[in-house]
């Protein structure tokens, strides 16, 4: 899917390889994660509430607007919010159809020229730079990816003075527990663990794992439980 870089804030593409799941083959992005996402993107409209991740709105509401990375942005919903609050975004996710709606909603929004999405496949390819925040918003997959690692690059993505926010599902949401059926659900401490983080330079802000009630994807409400693992490097 091709979408107007002009109207629908910076796209940025890190191949000339064209990119489609339907297209020739990508050779930053495994085939089976590419063609996984655009599916379940492919399955519906919008999937875009509209509305920013509330651990994340709790946190980037108290600091003040610098650079993100958005890992896994999906439609938007948060770098449309941190935009907004006046970040400066980079916003990643492997899904074409997820980022060329999330850059529809920018450019609605009127935030565009403050975000950058790029397509990456972070098993393979991940953005360079430091930010001041790093946010990995459900960064999950009932597809086997390399995940220690790939949170690991984000820790090093962090800038000194910086925070990583990791907000994950605790167990298996209500209206994914089909998708979810092998997948492994860590606790905040598994996590943090997985990190692998320098406790000389590295202050832990959160470690909890909260409860909520939620709206799903069809309307429907049900009981989550989010981890929230939230870290800044102090040099
Ligand atoms: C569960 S969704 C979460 C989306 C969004 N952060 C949110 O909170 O609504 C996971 C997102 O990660 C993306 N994703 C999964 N594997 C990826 C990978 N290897 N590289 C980049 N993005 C990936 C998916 O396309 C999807 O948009």
């Known amino acids: 899917m091709h979408?107007?870089?002009?109207?629908?804030?910076?796209?940025?593409?890190?191949?000339?390889?064209a990119t489609g799941h339907d297209g020739p083959r990508h050779p930053d992005v495994d085939e089976e994660t590419a063609r996984f996402w655009e599916e379940h993107y492919g399955r519906h409209e919008r999937v875009?509430?509209?509305?920013?991740?509330?651990?994340?709105?709790?946190?980037?509401g108290q600091l003040p607007a610098g650079t993100v990375l958005d890992l896994g942005c999906g439609e938007g919903g948060d770098a449309v919010w941190l935009a907004g609050q006046g970040w400066r975004v980079t916003a990643v996710d492997v899904s074409e159809t997820a980022?060329?709606?999330?850059?529809?909603e920018a450019s609605a929004a009127g935030v565009a020229s403050r975000i950058e999405f790029r397509r990456h496949d972070l098993t393979?390819?991940?953005?360079?730079?430091?930010?001041d925040l790093v946010s990995a918003q459900f960064l999950q997959s009932p597809l086997e990816f390399p995940r220690a690692q790939?949170?690991?690059?984000a820790a090093r993505a962090v800038a000194p003075g910086g925070r990583l926010l990791v907000?994950?599902?605790?167990?298996?949401?209500?209206?994914?527990?089909?998708?979810?059926?092998?997948?492994?659900?860590?606790?905040?401490?598994?996590?943090?663990?997985a990190l692998d983080l320098d406790p000389e330079r590295w202050d832990t802000e959160r470690l909890d794992a909260p409860h909520r009630q939620a709206t799903g994807p069809h309307g429907e409400t049900?009981?989550?439980v989010d981890n929230v693992i939230l870290v800044r490097r102090t040099r």
């Open 3 to 17: 979408h107007d870089a002009t109207a629908g804030g910076h796209r940025h593409h890190d191949s000339t390889a």
């Open 124 to 131: 393979r390819t991940f953005p360079p730079g430091e930010y």
């Open 99 to 104: 980022l060329a709606r999330a850059s529809e």
């Open 167 to 193: 907000v994950e599902h605790g167990e298996a949401p209500p209206w994914g527990r089909h998708d979810h059926a092998h997948a492994h659900f860590p606790t905040p401490q598994e996590t943090f663990a």
């Open 48 to 60: 875009w509430s509209g509305r920013a991740n509330p651990i994340l709105v709790d946190v980037a």
């Open 222 to 224: 049900g009981h989550l």
């Open 150 to 153: 790939l949170l690991q690059a």
